[in-house]
């Protein structure tokens, strides 16, 4: 299963209990403990080590935090809330319901 999610140049598909997401023009960056950002091209994640995802209110942004602290941003995005409900329902699969 492969969405584009909220960017043409993002696209998220999930693989058993993984999550692969890609972008070719660098909007997945990795939030160091320094406060630096690194531009990333795929990351592949548990979806279980997923403890948060958020979507910010002031920016385009998307936030996933996995279990060792990790952050990963899903930067300046063109449909935000699209890619949060899409990571959500990786996450839970059949168990989300759409709540509009």
């Given at each position: 299963?492969?969405?584009?999610?909220?960017?043409?140049?993002v696209?998220?598909?999930?693989?058993?209990?993984?999550?692969?997401v890609?972008?070719?023009?660098?909007?997945?960056?990795?939030e160091?403990?320094?406060?630096?950002?690194?531009?990333?091209?795929?990351?592949?994640?548990?979806?279980?080590?997923?403890?948060?995802?958020?979507c910010?209110?002031?920016?385009?942004?998307?936030?996933?935090?996995?279990k060792?602290?990790?952050?990963?941003?899903?930067?300046?995005?063109?449909?935000?809330?699209?890619v949060?409900?899409?990571?959500?329902?990786?996450?839970?699969?059949?168990?989300?319901?759409?709540e509009?």
């Open positions: 299963q492969q969405n584009r999610m909220g960017n043409l140049n696209v998220a598909r999930k693989i058993g209990s993984f999550m692969e890609t972008s070719e023009d660098g909007a997945i960056k990795r160091l403990s320094t406060g630096d950002r690194v531009s990333l091209r795929r990351i592949f994640v548990q979806l279980d080590d997923i403890v948060s995802v958020s910010k209110n002031d920016d385009n942004d998307v936030v996933m935090t996995l060792n602290g990790v952050e990963y941003l899903l930067d300046e995005l063109d449909e935000p809330v699209m949060y409900r899409t990571i959500c329902r990786y996450i839970v699969a059949d168990e989300y319901e759409d509009d």
